[in-house]
């Protein structure tokens, strides 16, 4: 039988116990392979728990209260029981900067957990890659294999982050010799914002073009000027490799371009002048 805690399950004939459903392995609750928790998700849960009944699981008591009738099981602990042992014996071993190879075992909104050998942790978002992440279940899958730098162990262990962009080139570094402030590039707008508008110029090399310098003349809206994934010529304000921070302009490019067709028609004045000058030389000669 399945309810909104868990598991009511038949031990022998006429002895019955129950499983909540945090001591049930995360695996079979949660698609996840992590516990989360809000309405969408408790719905997807008790259908998970109904289709559980009739299988048989591997548990053990953790709490027994003859007098009340009551045992407490968890399948958590039987499956968790060799991982205890490789985690401590890997704990052990483990120091920050080390390099392991893991097993995605959950993703979350704001992360993802990594079991490399026995010892688990979160890559935080923000270490899962040099470039934006706006997806996380577009990049990981649950099983995935993956290599991860470890760079922090608290709480005696408890307590494990991961990274995974410290392991792969820094495209800032490449940016600062590739391009530099004056420069004209292409660029995709990923984001259109009250403020401007973010651009990307190539992979992990995303840069902000505020709203002032969208234009010569006065934008309410952002909107109005440019759309996500719109393709446009900008001119880097700004390069902070610390902020890790391009500054963008479209309408210094547009200024550019009204510069040089000036300059073009200036010197096509330039040049009939001179022509008809030449001309009324000749004919006079």
């Not at 949660?30 to 699981?57: P, T």
Request: negative net charge.
């Amino acid at each position: 039988e399945a309810n909104n805690g868990g598991l009511i399950v038949e031990i022998s004939q006429g002895i019955r116990g129950f499983i909540p459903t945090s001591q049930l392995d995360a695996t079979r609750v949660y698609s996840s392979g992590v516990r989360q928790v809000g309405k969408d998700i408790s719905s997807k849960v008790q259908k998970r728990l109904n289709a559980l009944i009739g299988e048989k699981i591997k548990t053990r008591i953790i709490e027994l209260d003859r007098e009340k009738n009551r045992i407490i099981l968890s399948e958590k602990r039987v499956t968790q029981e060799g991982d205890a042992e490789q985690r401590a014996e890997t704990l052990r071993k483990t120091q920050e900067g080390d390099i392991l190879e893991g097993t995605v075992s959950g993703i979350t909104p704001y992360g993802i957990f990594i079991n490399a050998q026995g010892l688990e942790g979160l890559v935080h978002l923000s270490e899962l890659s040099w470039d934006k992440v706006e997806d996380v279940g577009s990049l990981y899958k649950v099983g995935d294999d993956v290599e991860v730098m470890v760079i922090g162990i608290s709480d005696g262990g408890k307590r494990v982050a991961y990274s995974i962009k410290r392991l792969q080139n820094d495209p800032w570094s490449e940016a600062i010799s590739q391009y530099k402030v004056g420069d004209i590039v292409e660029g995709e707008v990923q984001k259109v914002v009250p403020y401007g508008a973010f651009v990307r110029i190539g992979k992990g090399l995303n840069g902000l073009i505020h709203i002032s310098e969208l234009s010569d003349q006065l934008v309410k809206d952002p909107a109005d000027i440019v759309s996500a994934g719109d393709k446009v010529k900008v001119k880097i304000l700004s390069i902070s490799s610390t902020e890790r921070h391009l500054g963008l302009s479209l309408k210094a490019v547009d200024q550019e371009k009204a510069e040089v067709t000036e300059a073009r028609e200036a010197l096509s004045q330039e040049e009939l002048s001179e022509a008809v000058e030449e001309a009324i030389d000749e004919e006079i000669k």
